[in-house]
């Protein structure tokens, strides 16, 4: 098979297309759309579905289709009664470093808003993933994630209170929590157990993040570690799919 010179490597072969060359309608105008946004500046507006509906000669239940596709990618995102182009996905890196620094990368503003924070008795399941003492205090702290003041996370995060007992009076909920383990503390992160999956938010978590139900999340579990191998922290993180990718480096395990 013939390529083209300037294909993307990341980009469907043959651009999504059946070999039998037969697509719906709706994803040839989600092909021109996307050549459409990749010219625009983020924040600039889209025409509006009718007039989309008329230079693409579809009817405007298609281009809606289309439409409704880019926006769960994250090429688009609606802004008052229109639609703009999202600019490029925050790329969060899968490593022992946090929040903060990750979006501080790429030039945009990190930020936080407490939900809550409480203490109560160690659960059974808690403490049988991160080794607590059942029934021991523990902090729970939920936080929305910002960048540039979009909501783009809900985050989870418990602790023992043994460890950090003054989380409540001493920390600063809208700062990096990793920054206070470390330097306020003097607890160092060793390793961490991750797990990424695919989820719909409950009803409760996409009013806070301020999205649609039906917008798929990337969820992250993570157990991390300090150096003699005690958890430190057990944190559960939702991510916008459509404002998020992520990315780490591979290396080959010795046999």
């Known amino acids: 098979m013939d390529y083209p010179n300037d294909l993307d490597p990341?980009?469907?072969?043959?651009?999504?297309?059946?070999?039998?060359?037969?697509?719906?309608?709706?994803?040839?105008?989600?092909?021109?759309?996307?050549?459409?946004?990749?010219?625009?500046?983020?924040?600039?507006t889209l025409p509006t579905e009718r007039d989309l509906a008329v230079r693409y000669a579809v009817s405007r239940d298609t281009v809606r289709q289309a439409l409704r596709e880019l926006l769960l990618e994250g090429r688009l995102r609606r802004q008052g009664r229109g639609t703009v182009a999202a600019g490029p996905k925050l790329a969060q890196p899968l490593s022992l470093a946090s929040y903060t620094e990750g979006v501080r990368r790429q030039g945009r503003r990190p930020g936080r808003t407490l939900i809550g924070l409480d203490r109560f008795p160690c659960p059974p399941a808690l403490a049988?993933?991160?080794?607590?003492?059942?029934?021991?205090?523990?902090?729970?702290?939920?936080?929305?994630?910002?960048?540039?003041?979009?909501?783009?996370?809900?985050?989870?995060?418990?602790?023992?209170?043994?460890?950090m007992p003054r989380l409540d009076t001493e920390f600063d909920p809208d700062s990096s929590f990793y920054s206070y383990v470390h330097e306020r503390l003097g607890i160092d992160f060793g390793s961490a157990d991750e797990r990424i999956e695919t989820v719909l938010a409950t009803p409760r978590e996409a009013l806070l993040i301020g999205t649609p139900p039906a917008l798929p999340m990337l969820l992250i579990h993570r157990v991390s570690y300090d150096?003699?191998?005690?958890?430190?922290?057990?944190?559960?993180?939702?991510?916008?799919g459509d404002r998020f990718s992520f990315t780490t480096r591979l290396g080959a395990e010795s046999q």
């Open 227 to 240: 150096p003699a191998g005690r958890a430190t922290e057990r944190v559960r993180t939702l991510y916008r």
């Open 10 to 44: 990341g980009a469907p072969v043959r651009g999504g297309v059946p070999e039998h060359g037969r697509i719906p309608k709706y994803y040839a105008v989600k092909a021109q759309l996307t050549a459409l946004v990749n010219d625009l500046a983020e924040g600039e």
């Open 128 to 163: 049988d993933e991160t080794g607590l003492e059942r029934g021991e205090p523990v902090w729970h702290m939920e936080r929305v994630l910002l960048a540039d003041d979009e909501r783009v996370g809900l985050e989870s995060t418990y602790v023992a209170v043994a460890r």
